[in-house]
């Protein structure tokens, strides 16, 4: 099918795209990658009056450190993210991550702010940004604000972006010295969505978890922290029975919807699975000194 018809503006600096979402306000809707949003177009399931394409816009195609993180820009292919030395080294959670976004001609064109803008529960990066405490700088005439990733996502395809405002960046702080971070899922194929996945970081003091963070995709109507889980690991012990315990409470309350990948009793086994391989790698990296 053929997508419905739309008008086509092209911004070639950050401050021409915001003066264009301004402009057209609710009827504004960003081009980026276009591996999420051209498919819904073509498919009717998105009808955007006017599309804004940012991909000319070179100065927000960067992965720099800075002020304790690794910024991501808004034009920065997922493929030149997943092999930037500074994500590898100082959040390799995303790589990771990364490698299960679809393929690489897929992921030579998407961007990670576009995959984190985009929303989807079922996608890697929103629970890398949950995992890892991302700050999400979000653009508009009135100026930049700053989100933490546990207040973006509202629900399914939704976050607080306003009508008018664009995502410029993302920032993943870097991991912790003595911290191990991994990224775990079940598809059905390599590169298809999860049926469930988990991200982790752990951060030891010897055989103390000083800090974790868990975050689940594919489970709920948007990405979620495991919060309890979190809290069942810090100040206590390692052991492969505190892992299985987190595993356990991290699913807790969770009311996946069926589908014909599988029944809500099945993402729930398998979401605890790739929560205790999420964790337990963790622990092992940060046990072999720490990523950092
Ligand atoms: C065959 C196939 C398989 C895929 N498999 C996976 C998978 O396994 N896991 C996965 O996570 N993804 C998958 N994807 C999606 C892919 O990762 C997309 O690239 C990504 O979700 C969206 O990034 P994009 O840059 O292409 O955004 P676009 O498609 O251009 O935009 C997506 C949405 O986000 C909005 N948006 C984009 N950038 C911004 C911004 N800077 N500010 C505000 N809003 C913005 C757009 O307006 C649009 O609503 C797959 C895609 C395809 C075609």
């Not at 998105?46 to 940012?54: K, M, S, Y």
């Given at each position: 099918m053929k997508p419905a018809p739309f008008q086509y503006h092209r911004a070639m600096s950050e401050a021409e795209a915001v003066?264009?979402?301004e402009h057209l306000g609710e009827e504004g809707r960003i081009l980026a990658g276009g591996q999420s949003l051209v498919p819904l177009m073509n498919f009717r399931l998105?009808?955007?009056?006017?599309?804004?394409?940012?991909n000319a816009i070179a100065a927000l195609d960067y992965?720099?450190?800075e002020n304790g993180a690794v910024a991501v820009g808004a034009t920065a292919r997922q493929s030149a993210v997943e092999h930037a030395d500074d994500i590898r080294m100082h959040v390799p959670l995303v790589a990771e991550a990364l490698?299960?976004?679809?393929?690489?001609?897929?992921?030579h064109r998407g961007t990670v702010v576009g995959s984190i803008a985009h929303a989807d529960p079922a996608a890697e990066l929103p629970s890398v940004a949950l995992a890892t405490r991302a700050d999400i700088v979000l653009t508009s005439a009135a100026g930049k604000r700053t989100v933490a990733a546990d207040d973006f996502f509202l629900g399914p395809f939704e976050t607080v972006l306003e009508p008018g405002e664009l995502v410029t960046e993302v920032r993943f702080p870097i991991a912790a010295p003595g911290s191990g971070q991994a990224f775990a899922e079940f598809a059905r194929r390599h590169g298809d969505f999860a049926i469930a996945g988990a991200a982790a970081s752990v951060t030891l003091d010897g055989t103390r978890v000083t800090d974790a963070s868990i975050a689940l995709c594919a489970l709920g109507p948007r990405p979620m922290r495991a919060a309890d889980a979190e809290q069942s690991l810090i100040g206590n012990e390692l052991s492969d029975e505190l892992i299985a315990?987190?595993?356990?409470?991290a699913v807790t309350g969770l009311e996946p919807g069926a589908d014909i990948h599988g029944g809500t009793e099945y993402r729930i086994r398998v979401a605890r699975a790739q929560v205790k391989r999420a964790l337990s790698t963790a622990v092992e990296r940060?046990?072999?000194g720490g990523q950092a």
């Open positions: 003066a264009i979402m998105a009808q955007p009056e006017h599309l804004v394409d940012i992965v720099r450190r490698e299960s976004v679809a393929h690489p001609p897929i992921r315990q987190a595993a356990d409470r940060a046990r072999g």
